[in-house]
């Protein structure tokens, strides 16, 4: 069976037996939990975060979704080896791999757009890197990273990770114990975690509980002060 949401051609598949159509907003629909399904789409970009972030929910993901996106969101999502890893490619990685399977000219659009875009391929991981409940410790642990206000990575760390730890954990995973976190690829923040959930005391690893939520919180003020602005700006005009 194929689900199409669809407003503007309703009756191009009015006939076809194995394809429903459903005239409805995508984000109030309940997607399932039990079938498994793909799922390909030009999305609208100003709401490209809400509908990933519905595709990504671990419980109700598709097998894989093809996405026409905006090219520097697909570089958020997306992560290394496009750009540097963003906390949002970060956060998605232990579940899903992505990739830019395609760049789209701009002269495809009708109307033409004055941006670029790509087909962004999500696919959920066979085999999850992380278990449900490791999930918010490995969340917390990137957060408090990412959050610290000091540069390289060892000093932003040092509170979770000794001197000789850290020295080790470059040693072993190929970079310097100054890098900046945001220049670490998945695979090397994945073991960072592997090791601190593995081999760090508990009382080090309270010091990073509460971080995702906390970063969350701030993003949802800074978002709302961002639109509160925006908002200003135009009833000014």
Do not use: C
């Amino acid at each position: 069976m194929m689900i199409i949401f669809i407003k503007n051609f309703l009756t191009m598949f009015a006939d076809r037996d194995n394809v429903e159509i459903i005239n409805q907003d995508f984000l109030k629909y309940r997607l399932s939990e039990d079938k498994r399904y793909k799922v390909f789409a030009s999305i609208p970009f100003n709401i490209t975060a809400e509908i990933s972030n519905k595709l990504t929910d671990i419980e109700k993901a598709p097998q894989d979704a093809y996405l026409v996106v905006q090219k520097e969101a697909a570089w958020k999502y997306a992560g290394y080896p496009y750009y540097r890893e963003s906390l949002r490619s970060l956060f998605l990685k232990p579940y899903f791999e992505l990739k830019i399977i395609y760049s789209l000219k701009r002269t495809d659009f009708r109307p033409v757009p004055d941006v670029d875009a790509v087909m962004l391929h999500i696919r959920k991981r066979r085999k999850l890197l992380l278990k449900e409940e490791e999930g918010r410790l490995y969340q917390d642990f990137v957060s408090y990273i990412f959050t610290q206000n000091n540069k390289g990575l060892r000093d932003k760390s040092k509170k979770i990770f000794s001197y000789r730890q850290i020295k080790r954990l470059a040693g072993d995973n190929g970079f310097k114990m100054d890098v900046n976190p945001m220049e670490l690829r998945f695979e090397q923040w994945y073991r960072l975690y592997r090791f601190f959930s593995g081999h760090v005391d508990q009382e080090k690893q309270l010091l990073v509980k509460g971080a995702y939520s906390k970063l969350m919180k701030e993003q949802r003020r800074l978002d709302k002060l961002h639109h509160n602005r925006k908002q200003g700006r135009k009833f000014s005009r």
